[in-house]
């Protein structure tokens, strides 16, 4: 039976008791830099400066990489900000709780209306901290947020860092394939031929020597061609890196929260039936939804108290027999 258990309090002190090596996958979200505030001394998120957040990740992420198994991953989510106005000193209250300001956002080295990029901050400080940086994928928003600004885009895209321990690491590409794209709507090859440019012709067609994903060989050796016209390219393909997914709002919640489809495919790939998924920053506790869905176990951590009793619900709704308080 599958267990689950979040703990209470910083999640750096929650980190420090679990035992080392014993969780397979990491998929998390950390709070933004400057966006909230959550109410709790020693939240972060509140740092003064991005130097100072991105020291909080560093060693967050040095205490999450002690627990993961030598061939575990780590799926991180985090969004970016601006510099705020000159006008106001770059303070904002925040949308969840009214107790304090936000974090001045003018830091030397940036000016007013800047672009953080706290994201690749945060991911290249993790890379010199020994990670292996292996993919940014782009959460790409087909619903984002209304944004009043009129001299750039609105923001649609977050993104979503895989990182390993190790450089060979587990990661089950099978479990999140994709169905394959033909025709106008995707790869233009429909034939066994490929086309080259011929002096003096131009564009010719090749006959192919390697064969296609699924095709069958024909006798000849190794520098046989493969047969039929139309080449069976399989069903599936490699999951790309551009996920498209809707926001997905928790009637629970009172702040943002991880969309399960945007969970889902960092859980099934980063891990196997009955191994460990941890979230230090485990908010409303769709990680650990996702992950006692899938057959894994949960460890969650947590500072708010009201946050903690949410989760609980929202797990134990999900998996009602799944024992509770056992995972670590």
């Not at 750039?152 to 979503?160: G, L």
Request: aromatic content about 10%.
């Amino acid at each position: 039976m599958s267990k689950w258990a979040i703990h209470p309090g910083d999640t750096r002190a929650s980190l420090a008791r679990l035992p080392e090596r014993s969780v397979r996958c990491c998929v998390t979200s950390p709070p933004y830099w400057g966006l909230r505030d959550y109410g709790h001394d020693g939240q972060i998120g509140l740092e003064q400066t991005p130097a100072a957040y991105v020291a909080s990740m560093v060693e967050v992420f040095a205490a999450v990489r002690r627990v993961l198994t030598d061939d575990g991953t780590l799926w991180l989510n985090l969004g970016d900000s601006y510099t705020g106005n000159a006008s106001t000193g770059g303070t904002g209250k925040s949308t969840a709780y009214a107790v304090r300001d936000l974090p001045n956002k003018n830091t030397p080295g940036l000016k007013p209306k800047d672009l953080v990029g706290i994201p690749w901050r945060v991911a290249f400080a993790l890379q010199a901290d020994g990670w292996y940086l292996r993919s940014d994928i782009i959460w790409h928003k087909p619903n984002p947020m209304p944004e009043s600004v009129t001299d750039r885009p609105t923001k649609a895209h977050e993104y979503i860092f895989l990182l390993a321990k190790s450089e060979r690491y587990y990661y089950d590409h099978k479990a999140i394939a994709e169905d394959c794209v033909r025709g106008d709507a995707g790869s233009s090859f429909t034939s066994e031929y490929d086309l080259v440019t011929k002096p003096g012709v131009g564009l010719a067609p090749r006959k192919r020597t390697m064969p296609p994903i699924g095709g069958v060989k024909k006798a000849g050796g190794d520098n046989a061609t493969y047969s039929g016209n139309t080449p069976d390219f399989g069903t599936t393909r490699n999951k790309r890196d551009v996920w498209t997914i809707a926001t997905q709002p928790y009637s629970g919640a009172h702040f943002a929260t991880f969309p399960e489809a945007l969970v889902e495919p960092c859980i099934l790939a980063g891990s196997a039936v009955g191994d460990t998924v941890l979230d230090p920053f485990s908010g409303s506790g769709t990680t650990g939804a996702v992950a006692v869905r899938h057959g894994r176990n949960y460890i969650g951590c947590e500072l708010n108290p009201a946050y903690i009793a949410l989760s609980e619900r929202r797990i134990g709704d999900e998996a009602p027999l799944f024992a509770k308080g056992g995972a670590a």
